[in-house]
């Protein structure tokens, strides 16, 4: 079974380049089809129309992104420096905290534990993810490396996954009811990905993400009616 979803940006580029991140795939591993190339407008103010692509994942490269091989020697050298990265961030906080390592395909996830680790997380996350920003950043600056850093902090990254994925199907299930869309508030990357995952096999609806920068809107459509050829 396909998933699609669909996606926006200032150029055709940019909107693949959300799609990847937020889906954590590879250009290669889905079909794109561009709906709208965009317009940069008259003297860039007005009548800019942003570009949009359907992007297409076929269910074998949903399989393959969940196994994990092993980490190759340049995949060591990220981890590493994570890992350094992300204590010494740690240590400045709490005490007697401890960070684990696991690799995935798309990403490495760092994991602590221990201390009064929940400084780290703050409302709604807000703190963690300055932190996993921080800790990408210089990753991407020692490592030339653009690979997705996770960190998370005594499973909250799994109670939030289990809290957005119940909030998708609810909404989901609300707009294949009513037929009309419904808006999440911005969101980051990884947590919009989330709402994509849940609803990708709910064939009666869509998933957009919408907005510039680094947190943004998700929203969530029925699913266009195909026209039926008429019978002669």
């Not at 669909?6 to 709906?35: H, I, N, P, S, Y």
């Not at 905290?97 to 395909?105: G, N, Q, R, Y």
């Not at 850093?149 to 809290?163: A, F, I, Q, T, W």
Request: charged share 30%; aromatic share 4%; with cysteine.
């Amino acid at each position: 079974m396909v998933s699609e979803y669909e996606f926006e940006g200032k150029t055709k580029e940019e909107a693949l380049a959300r799609a990847c991140e937020e889906l954590g795939l590879t250009e290669d591993q889905m079909a794109t089809e561009v709906l709208s190339r965009g317009s940069t407008g008259i003297f860039g103010l007005v009548g800019i129309k942003k570009a949009k692509i359907k992007v297409t994942v076929p269910e074998q490269a949903k399989t393959r992104n969940q196994e994990s091989p092993p980490a190759s020697e340049g995949q060591e050298n990220i981890i590493e420096t994570a890992k350094r990265a992300l204590e010494k961030i740690v240590s400045y906080i709490i005490d007697d905290a401890t960070v684990t390592v696991t690799t995935k395909p798309e990403c490495v996830i760092l994991a602590v534990e221990g201390g009064n680790a929940a400084l780290l997380i703050g409302k709604h996350g807000k703190t963690l993810d300055a932190i996993q920003y921080i800790v990408q950043k210089i990753v991407h600056k020692q490592q030339n490396a653009r690979m997705r850093v996770l960190v998370d902090v005594e499973g909250y990254r799994n109670r939030r996954k289990e809290s957005l994925t119940k909030l998708a199907l609810h909404l989901g299930n609300k707009v294949k009811r009513s037929g009309k869309p419904a808006t999440i508030s911005p969101m980051n990357a990884y947590d919009r990905r989330i709402v994509h995952i849940a609803l990708q096999d709910e064939s009666e609806v869509r998933t957009q993400s919408k907005g510039t920068g680094s947190f943004r809107k998700l929203i969530i459509y029925p699913q266009r009616k195909q026209k039926q050829a008429s019978s002669q």
